[in-house]
C-alpha cells in the first residue's frame, strides 16, 4: 500500500492510499504523478488537494557518507560505524512545495536519499527484528548548506535550517520497494543522482539497530539513509525531482533570496 496525507479542498486533514487512476492498487510508480487518492468512500485528484509530507516525526536521524561513491566525491574517508546527525521537526517540507533558501550562501546542495519511517515506538531493536519497526519508505532531498556544514561539526547550520528535508509523496510499504530499488535524482529534468540500495555501506537494519542503540524512535519518525554521488549546487528557481523505485516521485522547487 501507498499510504498518503494530504489536505482536502474544504482544509480537512486526511489520509488514503495512492492508486491508479481506475482505482485499482498501484503496481508502478505513480505517486507523485498521476493516479488518483482513495480515501474513505471517495476518491481525490492529486492536482486538487495539499499533499502533506506522509509523517510528522519528532525527529530525522540522517545518515552521512553512506554511499563510498559519495564520500569519494566529498573527499572524505568512509566512516567505520554510520555517522548520525539529526534534523527537527523544523526542517520537514511537503511534496510540490517552494522551498526558500538561506540567503547569502556560495552553496546549497540537493542530497536524493531513500528514507525510512517508522511505525512504532523502538529502542534496543535487534538487527534481526529491525523490519517489524518499519512502516514504509518515503522519498527525501537532504538540503545541505555547504557554506556553514563544512565549518562546522554538528551541522545545525548546515543541515537542520527550515525546510531542509522535503519528503513525500506516500509512505510506501515494505513490499512495495525491492532490495535493490534505485534512487533517482533531476535538477529541471537532468539526471543528477542515480544509484540502488545495493550500494548503502550500512543497511536498513544495521542502522535502526546502531540508532536505537542510543535513542528512542517515535511512530513517524525518519530515517535518511544516506544520498549517492553526484550531489550538486542549486539556483534560484530549480524544481528537483526524487524517484525512488516502489515510492514514487517527490519534487520540489527553490528559491534564493537576495
Given amino acids: 500500500?501507498?499510504?498518503?496525507?494530504?489536505?482536502?479542498?474544504a482544509g480537512t486533514v486526511r489520509t488514503?492510499?495512492?492508486v491508479e487512476a481506475d482505482g485499482s492498487p498501484a503496481t508502478t510508480d505513480i505517486a507523485g504523478d498521476g493516479g488518483a487518492i482513495s480515501s474513505a468512500d471517495r476518491t481525490y485528484n492529486p492536482d486538487d488537494v495539499d499533499i502533506l509530507p506522509p509523517s510528522?516525526?519528532?525527529?530525522?536521524?540522517?545518515?552521512?557518507?553512506?554511499?563510498?561513491a559519495h564520500a569519494d566525491e566529498r573527499g572524505e574517508d568512509v566512516p567505520d560505524r554510520p555517522l548520525l546527525f539529526l534534523k527537527g521537526p523544523n526542517a520537514v517540507a511537503s511534496h510540490r512545495s517552494t522551498i526558500e533558501l538561506l540567503p547569502n550562501k556560495e552553496k546549497q546542495e540537493y542530497e536524493a536519499e531513500i528514507a525510512v519511517i517508522i511505525g512504532k515506538q523502538c529502542r534496543h531493536v535487534d538487527e534481526s527484528e529491525a523490519m517489524d519497526v518499519v512502516a514504509g519508505y518515503t522519498c527525501m532531498v537532504d538540503l545541505s548548506n555547504r557554506d556553514d556544514q563544512d565549518r562546522e561539526t554538528?551541522?545545525?547550520?548546515?543541515?537542520?535550517?527550515?525546510n531542509a528535508a522535503p519528503l513525500g509523496p506516500v509512505c510506501a510499504t515494505t513490499d512495495h520497494v525491492p532490495a535493490d530499488a534505485s534512487v533517482e535524482l533531476a535538477v529541471n529534468g537532468e539526471q543528477r543522482q542515480s544509484?540502488?540500495?545495493?550500494?548503502?555501506?550500512?543497511?536498513?537494519?544495521?542502522?535502526?539497530?546502531?540508532?536505537?542503540?542510543?535513542?528512542?524512535l517515535e511512530p513517524g519518525d525518519v530515517i535518511a539513509t544516506g544520498?549517492?554521488?553526484?550531489?550538486?549546487?542549486?539556483?534560484d528557481g530549480d524544481r528537483v525531482s526524487v524517484r525512488v523505485e516502489g515510492v514514487g516521485k517527490l519534487t520540489h522547487t527553490v528559491t534564493i533570496p537576495e
Fill in 56 to 68: 510528522d516525526p519528532s525527529k530525522i536521524v540522517c545518515v552521512g557518507r553512506n554511499y563510498a
Fill in 227 to 235: 544520498t549517492p554521488e553526484g550531489v550538486g549546487p542549486l539556483s
Fill in 195 to 216: 544509484s540502488t540500495r545495493q550500494h548503502l555501506i550500512f543497511s536498513v537494519p544495521e542502522l535502526i539497530a546502531e540508532i536505537t542503540t542510543y535513542m528512542t
Fill in 154 to 162: 554538528n551541522w545545525i547550520r548546515g543541515k537542520a535550517f527550515d
Fill in 1 to 9: 500500500m501507498k499510504q498518503v496525507r494530504f489536505r482536502d479542498p
Fill in 16 to 18: 488514503g492510499e495512492w
